[in-house]
């Protein structure tokens, strides 16, 4: 029996390929002459899919497919935002960002809510063909409905939280996650802390998405655990991960336990938590099952000095062992599949940048395959830019942009030139403000070059950094 089996039918696990011209690191008019390659073909290849999975920062992920397409939820980092990051795909190898109408963080607003944090969401399709999605706000559970994943969603308790915190106790009720069990019952696992203490894992059976009315809680809580239950059912024996620490500490691990029946009591096999762990921060496991091979999607701590706490998504294998033992990841290097070869984007190079923020954010990794990298311009350039070089006139009809933070204030020019002397305007978006990813803009002109100049962005530092740049 699968975990969530109802939630992931003939589930194709999804993917990103970053296509990026790379440069030479250097300061101020950066030069490189490599070029980015494509490849066009119909034939399957292996695909390798580096970590983290998505360009930018998110944290606490959970995923549903539903007709053809796969919907990813996260936290907004730093740390929370007034809404969630939704992400759509139906290739598994470019996403689009989507906004849905639930939850924010004005709508889940209660007397008995402490800071009002908006994240950790858990979505979920049940029998009924629904979708049911749980999710912290105020440091209590919120839960809602939708009859699609990208909604209308519905407050399920009309403007009152699935689990409040009780009055005059500082008491967090956080990470919901669901399970359905093999004879059809489904369960609520949660976390309960006092001043993000004491963790305890709570579970109680759910009815028509909410708590059942004649269930109770009971503590289930295994060892060294601090958050972020996860449970499948395998072979008869039920495996719980979890996070062992804060989602801000760089050793917080992911550990497992298992038990026969899905209240425990919870034995933690030896090798939890025990392997040399290179992933900074790993927490919040989600499990899923894809033709025979079983998956956790999770969120890690980016290293980086002199910034908040920032977070990004990653995925990697897991299995299971002779005496049925987990291997739970320890080295983070994504996962390969096949795929169609087919690429959206023509041949260029990075002719020149004008400027790189650190080695951090060098240039070269604006096209290194790997989507947590980004070339990031100088804090003193006032006025960034990127060259492309498409190496001959040719047709351009669009161009896709990924940036670092699509939530925050993006601006920016698109301009296009046969010989890189004389320019015309391709696109203007310095007065128009979006919010989306990637960005994408289209409009039919013959070019060999490309200039993107940026003007004033807002997001966790004030200077742009950039991800990917497709053009077809």
């Known amino acids: 029996m699968d975990c969530k089996r109802i939630i992931f039918p003939g589930f194709k696990v ?6 990026l011209g790379s440069v030479l690191l250097g300061t101020y008019s950066c030069r490189y002459s490599e070029r980015a390659q494509s490849s066009y073909s119909d034939s399957a290849i292996p695909v ?6 998505l360009p930018g920062y998110y944290a606490e992920p959970t995923l549903v497919p539903f007709e053809d397409k796969f919907y990813l939820y996260a936290t907004i980092d730093p740390w929370d935002d007034v809404e969630l990051a939704v992400w759509e795909t139906s290739d598994f190898r470019h996403w689009q960002l989507r906004r849905i109408n639930w939850p924010t963080r004005d709508q889940c607003k209660s007397v008995t809510g402490s800071r009002n944090l908006l994240g950790s969401p858990e979505v979920v399709q049940w029998p009924d063909g629904k979708f049911y999605m749980y999710v912290i706000s105020g440091r209590e559970i919120w839960a809602g409905q939708s009859e699609h994943p990208l909604g209308p969603w519905y407050d399920l308790c009309q403007g009152k939280p699935l689990l409040p915190n009780p009055a005059n106790v500082p008491l967090n009720n956080v990470h919901a996650s669901c399970f359905q069990d093999s004879d059809g019952k489904a369960y609520l696992y949660w976390t309960t802390q006092i001043n993000w203490n004491n ?5 109680a059976p759910l009815e028509h998405g909410i708590l059942a009315p004649e269930g109770r809680e009971q503590d289930v809580t295994p060892p060294d655990f601090f958050e972020a239950a996860e449970v499948l059912v395998q072979d008869g024996r039920y495996y719980m991960l979890y996070s062992d620490g804060r989602g801000n500490n760089p050793e917080t691990n992911i550990r497992y336990a298992m038990a026969n029946s899905p209240f425990g009591p ?7 938590g025990n392997a040399p762990i290179l992933i900074h921060g790993a927490g919040h496991p989600e499990i899923f099952h894809h033709e025979g091979q079983y998956y956790v999607i999770y969120h890690r701590i980016y290293q980086s000095e002199g910034i908040q706490l920032l977070r990004q998504i990653g995925i990697d294998s897991l299995n299971f062992s002779a005496d049925g033992q987990l291997r739970v990841p320890s080295h983070a290097p994504g996962i390969t599949l096949m795929e169609p070869a087919i690429a959206r984007r023509l041949d260029y190079q990075v002719v020149e940048v004008s400027s790189v923020f650190s080695e951090e954010h060098p240039a070269r990794a604006l096209h290194d395959g790997k989507p947590g990298t980004s070339w990031m311009s100088d804090p003193d350039d006032r006025t960034p830019w990127i060259t492309v070089d498409l190496g001959e006139v040719r047709p351009v009809e669009s161009t896709y942009l990924w940036l670092e933070q699509p939530f925050g204030v993006n601006r920016y020019r698109i301009d296009y030139s046969s010989d890189n002397r004389h320019w015309e305007v391709f696109v203007n978006q310095q007065y128009d403000v979006r919010i989306m990813a990637p960005f994408i803009d289209s409009r039919l002109v013959n070019a060999r070059y490309l200039r993107i100049s940026f003007f004033y962005t807002m997001g966790y530092d004030a200077h742009p950094a950039v991800c990917e740049l497709e053009v077809e």
């Open 14 to 19: 999804w993917k990103m390929v970053f296509l």
């Open 48 to 53: 390798q899919i580096p970590n983290p999975i």
């Open 199 to 203: 963790s305890r894992c709570q579970v």
């Open 266 to 272: 919870w034995k933690v096999p030896d090798n939890s």
